[in-house]
């Protein structure tokens, strides 16, 4: 088993394979037959035995599976079927990071962050609130319970956006996003919001208040955090004619990576018999509810329903 | 003993240390020299098996695997209980930073980036953050979701334009933009190896999800009282938390691979199909979770949807690093060193002839602790 050291060229020969190897080496680069069989470290295996039948386990009480040419003494505690370290080569420690740092490290990133958290929470909430909802006398809010006095629509003079059930007036800059037989969209010219009215007829016949009910069941759905905004009031009242719902729903408006603190300031309402449908949904960011219900205040005042 | 898939004479073992072949098995099912029952990062799993740690964290070894494990758990833990408490704000912040944190850490513990961890930590995480700020920004400038939120009196309830933009255009543009920071290392050729290549789009990917998080999430953050009614909230949370840094890190550490694969001259169609699957499964998850928000199905089908993406994902990397590490092990020469997975001590070229662990895949301590071989003869491998 011993190499063979060839003269004059400071190389190895295998004695088990013959494979030529650079002197220095301590292992055929072949085959791994260890190639210093003459130091004085306890010899390490002889690769002529069955390979083991499975993945030993490394206590030292397992039997190595397989024979040694030079059983090596057992110093510590498991000797491996497939290598005896001779000691001359100390290996770098498996382990880097003990587990209790790991464990440190995530307790510190969630107590860190439930601090930051809660200190940013803690500085926005003397700013946080919501306030406006659409009324018939756009854009103050009306008490509670309180019918709203019906206000008369404006005949719009300027652009407008029309379809089976309504026209609606289009001021300066607004854009109108989608038009069709029973709704239209408008976008505010900085993009900041969006209002939708809608009108068509309803089978089977509807009260405003299992409209109402629609509606909030479908925010709930879609975002999964939605609640009537505090500081805002569910009334009853009018929108250019139609009896009706007027209330405000904030959520979480998540959409691609993008997540907002939004706002649906809304009317429901039906005809007489219930066979009609009327709506409007404003919807735009909490902080701006209020500056885009003046904004609006003109479109609302100029919707004309068609359907009676 | 000569192994019976590449003939050669090595020592003996379960695996062939040359060419992983495992031996003896030609009664089993499966073929023996692709094994893929025995994934060649992690021995004890099949290459089939949708495990993130042993799939996104290759170079630890079983012991260290539980342990980041637990770590991930109590890091989900202490969001369930921020959540629990009504600290939402606090909740969505350790969700953006839990993975990404965990894998600082794994940097770490492998030493992937071995003695320059500033230009690599830089160039990865840190390019990834700054990628996911400039794509994040872009995202807000070509997409108003108040303009394409659908509304309840809609008839279709879905904007197709808003779904194009979400579930196509921005798809592509991210996974187009997120393995930049990894593809201009200025080292990179120190690190030849498609599992090196891996790791770093994953750390990218991972940044970039930070970024996209907190970005994102930054209007909320701003608003949002010290104390809400919990909710629906652990939807999101658990979206922020485990599937968006998943996928991002997953789609991005893919492309960077199937890059790695290709400056080793090795482009087949495994990787071209690799980064077909990134970009694909990127345009599923988003383009599905959008699709079934704006449908009001419901939140819990649509963590159901993530999580299969995701699976899916990972198991097609470990379909790719498998057969990475088999042929790019071949190639390293004898030394005495310890298989990171099974603790042996060995005398092994590529593979560990106990469990067929993939050397290439160990941490760098152990690399390290391998014999010094004469540099004239050692492979490209050896030589680092």
Redesign the interface.
Known sequence: MLPRRRSGRLALTCA??GAQ??????????????LTAAAPQPA?PA??????????S?PASTAPP?AYASPPPAPVAYA???????GA?????????P?VL??A???G??VV??????A???F??GK?SVTGTITSDVPSPTPAGSPSPVASPITPTGPTASDAGMTVPVPAGWVV?SN?N??I?L?DPS????I?V?SAASNPASTAEQQKN??DQ??T??Y??T?TCPNTKTTTGSLNGPQGIFWTLCF???????????AASMFVGVNADGSVFY?V?L?????NLQSFLTEAAPILKGIQWKLK | MRCDHCSNDVPDGVFCTRCGAHQGTTNEIGNAKTREHHYAAHPGEHVAQPSVFTTLFPHLGHHKIHEFRWAFIAGLAGILVLYLAGLISAAILVSAFLVPVLYLIYLYEAQVYRDEPAIVLGFTLGGGIIVGIVATVFERIVYNPFQYSGNPFGNAGVSLGGLLIVGLLLPVVQEALKPLPALFLPNRADFPETVDGLVFGVAAGLGFSLAQALIGFSSVLTSLPAHVAPGNWIYTLTTLAVFLPLLQGSATGMIAATIWRYRRGRLGGREIGGVAMAVLAHIAFSAGTELMKETAVNALFVLIWQAAIVGALLIYIRYLLHHALLEEAAHMGYAETVCPSCHMHIVASGFCPNCGMALTAAPSSIKRGRRPRVESHASPSEKR
Not at chain 1, 283 to 287: C, E, F, K, S
Request: hydrophobic content about 35%; glycine content about 8%.
């Open positions: 088990r394979c190897n650079p002197d220095g080496n301590q292992f055929c680069q072949a085959c791994g037959t260890p390490a690769w002529t035995a069955a390979p083991p039948q499975g993945p030993p490394p397989l491996s079927p497939y290598y005896s370290p001779t080569f100390p290996q770098a420690p498996v382990h880097r990071t587990w790991i464990l490290a995530i307790f990133l969630i962050m439930a601090g930051c958290g809660t940013i929470a803690l926005n909430s946080a996003d069709d029973e709704e969209t976008a993009g900041a919001g969006v939708t809608a629609s509606v479908d925010f759905s879609r999964p955090d609640k979480t408006l998540t959409s691609g990576s993008q997540s907002f603190p939004a709506g949904i919807l735009t960011r909490q902080d």
